[in-house]
């Protein structure tokens, strides 16, 4: 898995991992989106499926079947959707 730690930025590294053709993944990316410009974060996004085919299955078996994930500065934060009050907290928004 590639780091998804804090970035030299010093900001908090927000990666939504995802799947071509999810709809849920297409929701939750455009919304983060809207949160990070608001709170000041950066989003990435993965592809779970691309990772796997790109040599790195490791993505995809840990987090394949609850697509949607966010992870937050490397850990994994929330799936299915955004929990934004803990999301908030957990920014110090």
Do not use: K, N
């Not at 989106?33 to 840990?62: I, M, N, T, Y």
């Not at 299915?80 to 110090?92: K, N, T, V, Y």
């Amino acid at each position: 898995m590639a780091d998804t730690g804090a970035a030299a930025s010093g900001r908090p590294q927000v990666v939504l991992l995802t799947r071509d053709g999810c709809t849920l993944c297409v929701r939750v990316h455009a919304r983060l989106g809207e949160l990070a410009r608001e709170w000041g974060f950066d989003l990435s996004c993965v592809d779970v499926d691309a990772a796997a085919a790109a040599g790195d299955p490791g993505l995809r078996a840990e987090f394949g079947d609850r697509l949607p994930v966010v992870l937050l500065d490397g850990r994994e934060h929330s799936y299915w959707d955004i929990d934004e009050d803990r999301l908030r907290a957990d920014l110090g928004r």
